[in-house]
């Protein structure tokens, strides 16, 4: 079954929520980088924020980016999420590897660790994008983006994220964003149960885990508070926007001597994708063809 991300409203408006699976995004994500268990669940946590976050957004060619830098031995992670449904990310150190938390779950938080940043990046496709910066919570990423749209976009929300990685890969991922909005904010009951409810919340995964659909689990938070399930369901994907023609310009930013020098030394150059690890060789020829066209601007901007 495709990923897929759902929105709702409910309180006449006042609650926004949105539901998003991202099983196999996050499976391929596993296989692409070679992540380990811990690694995996990082990164599939973040990319599913990301879609989330930037689901809100407007603009067809809006995006999120969000980077995380904590001490711990994962070193970091980076993700870019668009409003197509696309996601891409990496880690830093994809290969780290923990024992469970005192839960007996991966432990994401000791991997990322709990000093350093979070760092949002909404760009509208146009002008300056907007960015943020708080202090890593958690390390949880759920807790910590959670304490981002508290302080920096000033929306009670609450972000519920999970992956489950078993033996064979992802089983499960995905996650819940629910958002009070202003005309709801100052409703202390309305805010009283939903906190009661989302506490009671075991976790996201389990919810699927269980067979329950994601309007299922709309339902079961606040079917009660006038929900309304918006018509039609977004498909979500791991896709990368990376070619051969900006692995080029990403060369030709070199300049002449570099790219001489791999002609002489390396017969040829490689690149490889941070986001999406596909690798892409360069030959002599097209090295040189680079070459050629820097000479022909520098010629130019002389005369």
């Known amino acids: 079954m495709a990923d897929q991300l759902i929105r709702a409203t409910a309180a006449?408006?006042?609650?926004?929520?949105?539901?998003?699976?991202?099983?196999?995004?996050?499976?391929?994500?596993?296989?692409?980088?070679?992540?380990?268990?811990?690694?995996?669940?990082?990164?599939?946590?973040?990319?599913?924020?990301?879609?989330?976050?930037?689901s809100?957004?407007?603009?067809?060619?809006?995006?999120?980016?969000?980077?995380?830098?904590?001490?711990?031995p994962?070193?970091?992670l980076m993700i870019d999420a668009g409003l197509d449904g696309t996601v891409r990310g990496y880690v830093e150190q994809p290969h780290v590897e923990l024992p469970p938390n005192a839960d007996g779950k991966l432990d994401v938080g000791g991997a990322i660790g709990q000093d350093g940043y979070l760092y949002v990046i909404r760009d509208v496709g146009h002008g300056y994008p907007y960015s943020s910066t708080v202090?890593?919570?958690?390390?949880?990423?759920?807790?910590?983006?959670?304490?981002?749209?508290a302080t920096s976009e000033q929306t009670p929300s609450a972000l519920v994220l999970g992956v489950f990685v078993g033996e064979n890969g992802v089983e499960i991922a995905g996650g819940l964003l629910l958002q009070v909005l202003?005309?709801?904010?100052?409703?202390?009951?309305?805010?009283t149960v939903l906190e009661e409810r989302l506490a009671a919340l075991t976790g996201f995964t389990p919810l699927l885990q269980a067979g329950k659909s994601l309007p299922q689990?709309?339902?079961?938070?606040?079917?009660?508070?006038?929900?309304?399930?918006?018509?039609?369901?977004?498909?979500?994907?791991?896709?990368?926007?990376?070619?051969?023609?900006r692995m080029l310009g990403a060369l030709k930013l070199l300049g002449i001597d570099e790219?001489?020098?791999?002609?002489?030394?390396?017969?040829?150059?490689?690149?490889?994708?941070?986001?999406?690890?596909?690798?892409?060789?360069?030959d002599c020829q097209q090295l040189q063809g680079l070459i050629e066209k820097l000479e022909l601007e520098q010629a130019k901007s002389a005369n």
């Open 56 to 72: 809100s957004m407007k603009k067809p060619e809006s995006r999120v980016n969000i980077r995380i830098k904590g001490n711990g």
């Open 182 to 191: 202003p005309k709801a904010a100052r409703d202390d009951l309305l805010i």
């Open 135 to 149: 202090e890593l919570v958690s390390g949880e990423i759920g807790d910590d983006l959670t304490h981002y749209l």
């Open 217 to 245: 689990i709309f339902d079961q938070l606040v079917g009660d508070i006038g929900l309304e399930i918006l018509p039609g369901s977004q498909i979500v994907q791991f896709s990368c926007r990376c070619n051969r023609d």
């Open 12 to 54: 006449d408006g006042g609650i926004r929520v949105v539901g998003v699976t991202t099983t196999r995004l996050v499976d391929i994500a596993r296989q692409r980088h070679g992540l380990s268990y811990v690694a995996t669940a990082a990164l599939g946590r973040a990319m599913t924020a990301g879609l989330l976050l930037v």
């Open 74 to 76: 994962l070193g970091g």
């Open 259 to 282: 790219l001489k020098d791999m002609i002489e030394v390396d017969k040829g150059a490689e690149a490889i994708c941070h986001f999406c690890n596909q690798a892409y060789q360069a």
